[in-house]
Every structure is written in structure tokens, then in C-alpha cells.
């Protein structure tokens, strides 16, 4: 809520996970590279995991944690989640509906802007660790997926399991911000 004179070094290490994010989607316009380049992917994304964890960390002992910093946060999240299972799609590691999955945060704001334009009411969510710890398993799956060592079917199953919650966990939020729970 206050104004600080800089951006701090959290939404500085912030910025570059949209960085990674983007050299990341470069791959999506070209087959999977090979040899070492193969790893390149799947590097990328896992940096800016890490990163993801380091810049809110970084926020709380420096004393810049802030509204920006958590809505950059959030959004590079579900942008990460949607390239790099773009890129596992592309690379034939995970089936095509696993894009829904992909989008289903911005599948999630569309609904409630539908709900808004339609004059329904629309409720607030309560905070939830849970809904952390299935991004994170979510985001850390999607890099496991784009290592080159790993191969469907293996991928598909392992998707199907990181999908169940992930699902449920979208499922049960649209249940709330609509009022049925």
C-alpha cells in the first residue's frame, strides 16, 4: 500500500522470469532442439521457477513486498504455466486438452468478467495455501515434462495425475466466486 522510490530487487528478479518466459516461448516456433540445446527449454523454466520462489523471499527480508510485486506474481505464474505446456504440447510430451489446463486461469478471469458483464454477483476468494501448492506441483511438473529424458506415455499418465488436482482446485474457486459454495 505504500509508494516506495524503487521497484526493489523481488520485481527486478520478477521481471526477468518474464524474460525467461519469453526467450521460452521463442521455442515454441521451431522443433525441440537437440543435443545439449535440447535442455535449453526445460532450463529456462526451471530457473524461473526457482526464481518465483527467490523473488517473494527476496520481497519479505527487504521489506518491498507489495501489491504490484503479488500481481506480477500471479500473472507470470499462469503465463509460465500456459508457454510451458504450450511448448510440451508442441513437443508431443503432453496430449492437446492439456491446454485447457494451461489456460485455465485466464479461462477463469474470462468467467468472472462474464459474470460481472451478465450482472451476477461475483465473490470474493478466500486466501488458500492449497492453492499455492497445486501451482507449484503444476509449474514443477510442467519443468519435469520438458526434460528430453522423459517420454509419453509416461508424460500423458503423469499428466492425467497432475491434472485431476489441478482441475479440482479451478473447479472448487469457480464454485466460490459464484456463489454456489
Do not use: C
Not at 510485486?69 to 510451458?84: K, M, R, S, T, V
Not at 506441483?137 to 492425467?160: D, E, K
Request: aromatic letters at 14%; hydrophobic letters at 55%.
Amino acid at each position: 500500500s505504500t509508494l516506495l522510490p524503487t521497484l526493489g530487487a523481488a520485481n527486478v528478479l520478477t521481471m526477468l522470469r518474464g524474460l525467461a518466459f519469453g526467450l521460452l516461448a521463442g521455442f515454441l516456433l521451431s522443433p525441440w532442439p537437440t543435443g545439449g540445446l535440447a535442455w535449453l527449454p526445460a532450463l529456462l523454466y526451471t530457473l524461473a521457477i526457482v526464481a518465483d520462489y527467490l523473488d517473494g523471499y527476496l520481497a519479505r527480508i527487504t521489506n518491498h513486498a507489495t501489491v504490484l510485486g503479488a500481481n506480477l506474481d500471479i500473472e507470470f505464474d499462469a503465463l509460465g504455466i500456459l508457454i510451458a505446456t504450450s511448448l510440451a504440447v508442441n513437443y508431443h510430451q503432453l496430449p492437446w486438452w492439456y491446454l485447457f489446463l494451461a489456460a485455465s486461469r485466464y479461462l477463469f478471469l474470462f468467467g468472472i468478467w462474464w459474470r460481472k458483464r451478465r450482472g451476477q454477483p461475483v465473490y470474493d476468494l478466500p486466501p488458500s495455501v492449497h492453492r499455492r501448492i497445486v501451482a507449484g506441483f503444476q509449474m514443477g511438473f510442467s519443468s519435469v515434462v520438458l526434460w528430453p529424458i522423459v517420454y509419453p506415455p509416461g508424460t500423458t499418465l503423469a499428466g492425467i495425475a497432475f491434472a485431476i488436482p489441478f482441475t479440482a482446485s479451478f473447479v472448487r474457486d469457480w464454485l466460490v466466486v459464484s456463489g454456489r459454495l
